[in-house]
């Protein structure tokens, strides 16, 4: 139960650390700014500014701002200028002079303008932008919780091996004493109402049956890709689709998939116990069960 509590713990940090922030980083008002200033740098390239299109100084009046708007907006107006472009330009210039008169929008402007538009703007502003569909956001979604699985599972390893020193430790310290003088009896201790026993530099931990798991911290499994959820998943309905298959084709010959015996032969036996296939297996089941045993 400790280990689901961790593993919650630690999505819950992941998700009000980086998920949270980054979609309620910026509201609309400023998206609408961040996508003016895009489209003035592809018209008119790097640096340039709203003031700078208006060829007005970043301190100008509101009176200077509404002159110099009706200078440009006669030049470029469609009624003069038909074409696309120019009719483009046009709307661009009218919503930058709107943001310029409004007292609140020109602050956050300056903001932006003085510290820079962020590179990164919030899950909110690209999904208005892209507007992805139902596939996108599920394969988004996919992915993003894949990665946190990934990052939970590397959390909890370093936990678990921050564990396994912390029984080592203090088995031999209750079995030493607190000078740490080493000895070569076997003794057994316990640490937080768990049984050890300490057989010179070995920790072993005694589970209620009377087994021994020598406790190690290389021996903490270190996940992987094939650890995620994803593929759990994708292997467990695979193997029933299989086994389904096999029990049918076993059927069709007349056979019961129970009865039916795994080895055709002792040897055959014998080569599948010794497969290091089936011995890694074996080690990460014993890692596991001893993992739960420890929690």
């Given at each position: 139960?400790?280990?689901?509590?961790?593993?919650?713990?630690?999505?819950?940090?992941?998700?009000?650390?980086?998920?949270?922030?980054?979609?309620?980083?910026?509201?609309?008002?400023?998206?609408?700014?961040?996508?003016?200033?895009?489209?003035?740098?592809?018209?008119?390239?790097?640096?340039?500014?709203?003031?700078?299109?208006?060829?007005?100084?970043?301190?100008?009046?509101?009176?200077?701002?509404?002159?110099?708007?009706?200078?440009?907006?006669?030049?470029?107006?469609?009624d003069?200028?038909?074409?696309?472009?120019?009719?483009?330009?046009?709307?661009?210039?009218?919503?930058?002079?709107?943001?310029?008169?409004?007292?609140?929008?020109?602050?956050?402007?300056n903001?932006?303008?003085?510290?820079?538009?962020?590179?990164?703007?919030?899950?909110?502003?690209?999904?208005n932008?892209?507007?992805?569909?139902?596939?996108?956001?599920?394969?988004?979604?996919?992915?993003?919780?894949?990665?946190?699985?990934?990052?939970?599972?590397?959390?909890?390893?370093?936990?678990?091996?921050?564990?396994?020193?912390?029984?080592?430790?203090?088995?031999?310290?209750?079995?030493?004493g607190?000078?740490m003088?080493?000895?070569?009896?076997?003794?057994?201790?316990?640490?937080?109402?768990?049984?050890?026993?300490?057989?010179?530099?070995?920790?072993?931990?005694?589970?209620?049956?009377?087994?021994?798991?020598?406790?190690?911290?290389?021996?903490?499994?270190?996940?992987?890709?094939?650890?995620?959820?994803?593929?759990?998943?994708?292997?467990?309905?695979?193997?029933?689709?299989?086994?389904?298959?096999k029990?049918?084709?076993?059927?069709?010959?007349?056979?019961?998939?129970d009865?039916?015996?795994?080895?055709?032969?002792?040897d055959?036996?014998?080569e599948?116990?010794?497969?290091?296939?089936?011995?890694?297996?074996?080690?990460?089941?014993?890692?596991?069960?001893?993992?739960?045993?420890?929690?």
């Amino acid at each position: 139960m400790a280990y689901f509590k961790r593993r919650l713990a630690s999505f819950v940090v992941l998700f009000l650390l980086f998920i949270l922030p980054s979609t309620q980083a910026w509201d609309q008002l400023d998206h609408e700014i961040f996508d003016l200033v895009d489209q003035l740098t592809i018209n008119e390239g790097e640096g340039t500014t709203f003031y700078s299109l208006l060829g007005i100084d970043p301190a100008a009046t509101e009176k200077e701002i509404g002159r110099a708007y009706r200078k440009l907006s006669l030049a470029l107006h469609p009624d003069k200028n038909p074409d696309e472009d120019s009719k483009e330009k046009f709307s661009l210039l009218g919503s930058i002079t709107t943001i310029l008169r409004n007292s609140e929008t020109r602050e956050r402007y300056n903001f932006f303008l003085k510290n820079g538009v962020p590179k990164w703007r919030g899950t909110g502003w690209y999904y208005n932008r892209y507007r992805p569909g139902l596939t996108g956001v599920l394969t988004g979604l996919f992915v993003l919780c894949s990665f946190l699985h990934y990052l939970v599972m590397w959390v909890n390893f370093f936990q678990e091996k921050k564990r396994v020193r912390f029984f080592m430790h203090q088995a031999r310290e209750n079995a030493w004493g607190k000078r740490m003088k080493k000895q070569y009896t076997r003794k057994k201790v316990s640490v937080q109402d768990k049984q050890f026993i300490v057989d010179g530099d070995q920790v072993a931990f005694l589970t209620d049956e009377g087994e021994e798991f020598v406790l190690s911290e290389n021996e903490v499994a270190k996940p992987g890709l094939g650890d995620l959820f994803p593929v759990l998943v994708y292997k467990k309905v695979l193997n029933k689709i299989l086994l389904g298959l096999k029990k049918k084709s076993l059927k069709e010959k007349g056979t019961s998939y129970d009865d039916k015996e795994p080895f055709s032969s002792d040897d055959e036996r014998s080569e599948a116990g010794d497969n290091p296939k089936n011995r890694v297996r074996r080690r990460k089941f014993d890692r596991r069960v001893k993992s739960k045993k420890l929690n």
